[in-house]
């Protein structure tokens, strides 16, 4: 028997006859939560199209989480490109709930396609408008999340009403569901999702059996929890959902404004093996209004590249975005563009990131306590100490904004994406450079200065939320100066001239040679993948670490003239008036 697909919009300008033909070779199959309907790098052998539910593409992204790619929805092709190129599929697809398929064999695509070229052209348009739309199609980002109080002194309808007011301020519908629909049929709550951009489950832990159908439906999972309790383990039920498997969850901690301290954040992250920390201040309007930028898909990166002293250029970039009005929800960067970026996840003011970068780095060289090397020239014992002084105690999940930062791990030849544990580790991590500074040890693990596999890290981002980034790159440098090797003393005449506050030449040829990798090859990619790109105009070398004022000069420079020439739908994109 011949299986109806007129109701997929993909059909509907094919013709009757294809539309017949197809129906007659397409093999029909439900697909459970959780499932996978093909893996990344398998063969591909035939064209899917999804009849009902939702599926969820992903690859293999860092620290063993899978990097969410986008969603399928009910009506859309899946596995079309690979099945044309005739090459394995590019990521992996799972089933985010119970979901129909329809399979239709590639010998079968093949054959009738000849026979009927509307099949060929009408596939050749969807794949142009999809392309043309880019990754942040509609459809392919989620819309359905659950909102799950993992205590019953939560508010929970009076959270979902506040983030369903703050999502309708920037011109996004929503709906909010209760246990009411405990007992609703898959289609009602589809329609759900036809009619609202964003559809809230909200559940409680202390509801069992509705927590588990709201997390099942849900294409993302927020755990709602006070700021100061402790998490109860195990935290989520036995059988979690695709969602939770998948690690599309997040845990939300809801301050009142007098909590006393029970609890870390990173029990409440490792607890849920949570993707991100989110910090719900009642006192804080900016984060109720970065809760709902994040649900619509509409939260903003700022990404900083890592370059030694040139690095002051992002205070400049980031004074000049912050001046235009961009308000940063996600906070990422490498090396020395790691530490700035801490401090705008700290919510530093622009006074005080400029004080204490100023303090850290300029009134002293902190790599003048070198050293005849063993395994670094400079001992990192100043380092540590200004990174203690700054930094403290914090750890990665006590930050205001969801923040990671980018090491190079030499065990395994890839870049580190650090999350959780103390801030300072992290930092110290990603400035490690090889030769100059002495290598974190974590676990079986080598890290060293994150410029080496990733000096820009704008991938990580995107794969840390689904909106916009911005980003500051001072990747590009002039090389090494020939006259600093030309004639060079040794060590001790180098002591006599210059002392031991500053570092031989040798230190510019490690930088320069830890770096040299990131010039090449996916560079230009990974500057492709932020929508506003600052290139700051600076002739800083890597070391002048008193050359400050006029590289934070710089990057402002470039940073305004960057924001001034966004089109009228970026600066839309970016929260600026159009």
Known sequence: MALNLSFLDFFDSVGKAALKAVEHEVEWFCLPAGQMLFAEGEPSDALY???SGALAAFRDGAMGRPNLLGYIRAGEPVGEMSMLEERPHSASVYAMRDSE?????????????????????????????????????????PKV?????????????????????????????????GDEAADWQGPRLEQYEHDHQIVLLTASLGDPNWARRAMGRADRVWLLARGDARPSLPLLPDDPSPAARLKLLDVILVHDGGDRRATRPEEWADAADAARVFHWREEQQNDLKRLAR???????????????????????????????????????????????????????????????VHDAFVKS???????????????????????EEHFGDVEIPDLARPFFCVSSNLSNGRPFVHRRGRLRDALRATIAIPGILPPVIQNENVLVDGAV?????????????RGVSAGSDVTRAKGVNPDDFRNAPGFFGWIRQHGFNELPPIASLLM??????????????????????????????????????ETVDAGRRSAEFAISELSRDERGAFGLTV
């Open 101 to 141: 398929v329809v399979r239709l064999p590639t010998a079968s695509f093949e054959r009738l396609a000849d026979k009927h070229p509307s099949l060929m052209r009408e596939l050749s348009k969807m794949m142009l408008r999809r392309l043309r739309a880019g990754p942040q199609r509609n459809g392919s980002e």
């Open 365 to 387: 060289n902190p790599l003048g306590d070198w050293q005849l090397p063993v395994i670094s020239l400079a001992r990192g014992n100043r380092v540590d100490e200004r990174l």
């Open 512 to 549: 320069r040679s830890a770096t040299a990798g990131v010039m090449v090859g996916k560079h230009e990619a990974y500057q492709e993948a932020v929508d506003l790109l600052v290139l700051p105009e600076t002739d800083t070398d890597l070391r002048q670490w008193k050359k400050y004022e």
């Open 453 to 465: 596999f990733t000096n820009f890290p704008s991938e990580q981002m995107k794969a840390f939320h």
């Open 49 to 51: 199209l999804l009849r």
């Open 145 to 177: 999340f659950a909102l799950v109080a993992c205590s019953p002194t939560i508010d929970l309808d009076y959270r979902a009403r506040k983030l369903q007011t703050a999502l309708a301020r920037i011109g996004v519908t929503s709906a909010i569901v």
């Open 294 to 356: 994040t649900l619509a898909g509409k939260s903003i990166g700022l990404v900083l590249s890592g370059g030694g002293a040139r690095a002051y250029a992002h205070i400049g970039a980031v004074d000049a975005f912050r001046k235009a009005g961009i308000e940063f929800d996600f906070i990422g960067g490498a090396s020395m563009g790691a530490i700035i970026a801490a401090g705008v996840a700290l919510e530093w003011s622009q006074d005080e990131l400029v004080d204490r």
